[in-house]
Antibody, heavy 120, light 107 residues
Framework: EVQLVESGGGLVQTGGSLRLSCAAS????????MHWVRQVPGRGLVWVSRINSDGSRTTYADSENGRFTISRDNAKNTLYLQMNSLRPEDTGVYYC?????????????WGQGALVTVSS | DIQMTQSPSSLSASVGDRVTITCRASQGISIYLNWYQQKPGKAPKLLMF???SLQSGVPSRFSGSGSGTDFTLTISSLQPEDFATYYC?????????FGQGTKLDIK
């Protein structure tokens, strides 16, 4: 069974930093691109970042570019999101998401989410 | 960025009804369109990918169609477990963007 388990969320002040981790199991982690997606409670979904299977290529949404860093450790089956210079608008539930191997990009497995709250 | 617009934003229906949700992209995205279902307190679940391909394990009462800018998700006969919020998402180009969601509730 595919499992994605996020950790590292919490309450932080504006300008602070957090690092999210996502422990993956039940599949060959090193073959999948991975993503982070944010959801503001009661609101919609926002794609944050992606990383290719070997970690050599990364892409970010404009609002996160330069502040967030996505990375992975395939030996530990773990995905990371380092978040710096946090702003209140970064508040939300952050999901670790697996990219399907079938067809174009689609998000076929999701973690339970990690809540990040940035206070002003 | 590609904007995705869903309609309606909310919908009331009864068990057994046929329901259609539409999604429009601000520019052509070929068939790079996915649909997700989200229930309260849960992560989204992939239903359809590449506009019309059914994700493994998803009931066949769900179907998708469209290409270019206009897409639809149809549920042929609503079941109690289908009452949820549905999102479309384009994977044509980063940043990948989602529609605002369609909340489907019981009439």
């Amino acid at each position: 069974e595919v499992q994605l388990v996020e950790s590292g969320g919490g309450l932080v002040q504006t300008g602070g930093s957090l690092r999210l981790s996502c422990a993956a199991s039940g599949f060959t982690f090193s073959t999948h691109w991975m993503h982070w997606v944010r959801q503001v409670p009661g609101r919609g979904l926002v794609w944050v970042s992606r990383i290719n299977s070997d970690g050599s290529r990364t892409t970010y949404a404009d609002s996160e570019n330069g502040r967030f860093t996505i990375s992975r450790d395939n030996a530990k089956n773990t995905l990371y999101l380092q978040m710096n210079s946090l702003r209140p608008e970064d508040t939300g539930v952050y999901y670790c998401v697996r990219d399907s191997l079938v067809g174009a990009t689609s998000f076929d497995s999701w973690g339970q989410g990690a809540l990040v709250t940035v206070s002003s | 960025d590609i904007q995705m617009t869903q309609s309606p934003s909310s919908l009331s229906a009864s068990v057994g009804d046929r329901v259609t949700i539409t999604c429009r992209a601000s520019q052509g995205i070929s068939i790079y369109l996915n649909w997700y279902q989200q229930k309260p307190g849960k992560a989204p679940k992939l239903l359809m990918f590449s506009a019309s391909s059914l994700q493994s394990g998803v009931p066949s009462r769900f179907s998708g169609s469209g290409s270019g800018t206009d897409f639809t998700l149809t549920i042929s006969s609503l079941q109690p477990e289908d009452f949820a919020t549905y999102y479309c998402q384009q994977s044509f180009h980063t940043p990948y963007t989602f529609g605002q969601g369609t909340k489907l509730d019981i009439k």
